[in-house]
């Protein structure tokens, strides 16, 4: 896999993060002001850990970040931290008990992506597979007020799931970090003001050949 030495992958190492995508967070968190002390956080798409460890700062050590990959994280990760392996689209009976003893959440994050094709319109129907499936979970266990933070790729898909999010949060933005690369189809919605739980909608996607 290409390594981008650009100036936020020099910056994740000497500042000990696993990977660049720690910023994307920051950034996301300068703008919108999500996170507090104290906080219960879900991480959606963790590995390597560099979410995890950005939440876990933000919400400090009374705070706690369950977080969730196919993946193993790469990191020692803080004590507020609860990491596990799974597929969102398969949970374990371990993973919903550990939504149980941990949420309900002030916070879903969803920083998941596909292993990407190279062909454009399946990675990003996969991609918003992804964040549909994130969505109705985040339905489930959000807090009423509670924020969403969702990363898509950009495509024919994004005005359905925008339209989602605008019936189940008061406010909804769509946002592209600086240290999200310029060439990377990503981009992230922020809806924030969670109405309450809905029963979850018809337009959910599933993953091509899931």
Request: net charge positive; hydrophobic share 40%.
């Amino acid at each position: 896999m290409k390594k981008y030495r650009d100036h936020y992958f020099l910056k994740a190492k000497q500042e000990h993060y696993p990977a660049r995508s720690v910023y994307k967070l920051k950034e996301i968190n300068a703008r919108f002001h999500l996170f507090r002390p104290g906080q219960k956080v879900l991480d959606l798409g963790a590995a390597p850990g560099s979410w995890c460890m950005g939440a876990a700062e933000l919400v400090g050590e009374g705070g706690l970040v369950l977080g969730l990959d196919l993946r193993p994280a790469e990191v020692i990760l803080p004590p507020q931290v609860r990491f596990m392996q799974g597929d969102i689209f398969d949970p374990s009976p371990e993973f919903a008990e550990a939504l149980r003893a941990c949420g309900p959440f002030d916070l879903v994050l969803s920083d998941m992506a596909p292993s990407t094709t190279g062909h454009r319109s399946t990675d990003q129907a996969r991609s918003a597979a992804l964040a549909f499936e994130a969505l109705a979970l985040a339905r489930r266990c959000l807090i009423p007020g509670g924020a969403f933070v969702v990363k898509f790729f950009m495509g024919p898909d994004i005005q359905a799931l925008a339209g989602e999010l605008r019936v189940d949060f008061e406010r909804v933005r769509a946002f592209k970090p600086q240290s999200s690369r310029s060439e990377s189809m990503e981009s992230f919605y922020i809806a924030a003001g969670y109405k309450g739980i809905r029963e979850a909608a018809s337009t959910t996607l599933k993953s091509p050949g899931t």
